[in-house]
């Protein structure tokens, strides 16, 4: 049965990419994929993003397989078809991080498949992951850090409550260098204006505590005596972030916000808020901070992670000698 699913996979490695859709899960899968979902969550306690990540990237590949190596079950799912399936994704051009998610997700389930006895044999046991090329992140300079903060407190001037919001989302997201998902999580009880510091619920749930600034404090401050209340609703609960409805506000308008006043800074890179996150963790280490520090402002697991900013740093000093040095 191996050869035979061997000469399948090899028959249609030339078979152009088909990125099914994460529902067109084969009938045959659908159980066990709700069943890998709910493990997820209760016993890996994954997040609901995760989850959709994981369970999304499977279904693609299993849909894939049915389509294209005549798959009927799990057991039917061998190793040159999880390759096959990787290899036309990249030569579609999916990138990178993104081949390794779903490397990763493919040997998670399987695993999961082999320990609960719907397959016999892991057949992701030897699936390698793609190695991902470390790329040196934009980030804005502190003076463009300085003014696009500046553009949000003049349009704050006006009072409506979703400016105040906005100077005090940006604030907050380049003093902590939070993620976006970690800051429309926050709920009121977590910021600590006395103290300065803020509670994030991180990656793998692991919860850290994270300093701000005086000009964070007083962004949130004003937003909390005036422009939370101004939206508060039956749906705000205990959100720190609000939207103009009165919900909790979602990471896609906290982007939308982003792009939008960093447009307003001349020469400034189109920067999201996770690049507000690269500049806070640059700009901490261009002014002294310990590497370790910053490893625990940022919620790295891996300090590793952390020491591409050693590298950004590095790269601007270079960039600045070769200006200035006439020997350069």
């Given amino acids: 049965m191996a050869d035979d699913a061997g000469s399948r996979a090899r028959a249609r490695e030339g078979a152009p990419a088909s990125h099914a859709a994460p529902d067109a899960v084969p009938g045959w899968a659908a159980a066990d994929v709700d069943a890998f979902a709910r493990y997820l969550l209760t016993e890996r306690d994954r997040s609901e993003h995760t989850v959709r990540a994981y369970t999304g990237d499977v279904q693609r590949c299993l849909a894939w397989c049915a389509e294209h190596s005549g798959a009927g079950a799990l057991t039917d799912v061998v190793l040159a078809d999880l390759r096959a399936w990787l290899g036309a994704m990249a030569a579609d051009e999916v990138a990178r991080a993104t081949l390794a998610r779903r490397a990763a997700s ?33 980030v804005l300079t502190q003076e463009g850090a300085t003014a696009v903060l500046d553009v949000a407190a003049v349009a704050a001037d006006d009072a409506d409550p979703v400016h105040l919001r906005n100077r005090a989302v940006l604030e907050l997201l380049y003093a902590t260098g939070i993620r976006v998902g970690e800051l429309t999580g926050l709920d009121v009880d977590d910021v600590d204006l006395s103290r300065g510091v803020v509670r994030v619920l991180g990656k793998g749930r692991k919860e ?26 039956e749906r705000s609960g205990p959100a720190l972030f609000l939207g103009r409805r009165g919900g909790r506000v979602d990471p896609r308008q906290v982007r939308e916000v982003t792009h939008e006043l960093l447009a307003h800074v001349p020469d400034a890179p189109d920067l999201g808020p996770h690049g507000l996150r690269h500049s806070a963790a640059t700009h901490l ?16 697991t891996s300090l590793a992670t952390t020491q591409i900013y050693t590298h950004v740093s590095a790269d601007r000093l270079r960039r600045s000698y070769e200006q200035a040095h006439p020997r350069a």
């Fill in 285 to 300: 280490l261009e002014g002294g901070a310990d590497l370790r520090m910053v490893q625990e402002i940022l919620g790295h």
């Fill in 106 to 138: 493919l040997r998670t389930f399987f695993a999961w498949a082999h320990e609960t006895g719907r397959v016999p044999v892991d057949p992701a046991l030897r699936l390698a992951t793609p190695k991902r090329r470390r790329t040196l992140p934009d």
């Fill in 208 to 233: 850290r505590t994270v300093p701000f600034g005086a000009p964070a404090r007083e962004a949130l401050e004003v937003w909390l005596r005036t422009g939370r209340p101004a939206l508060v609703g």
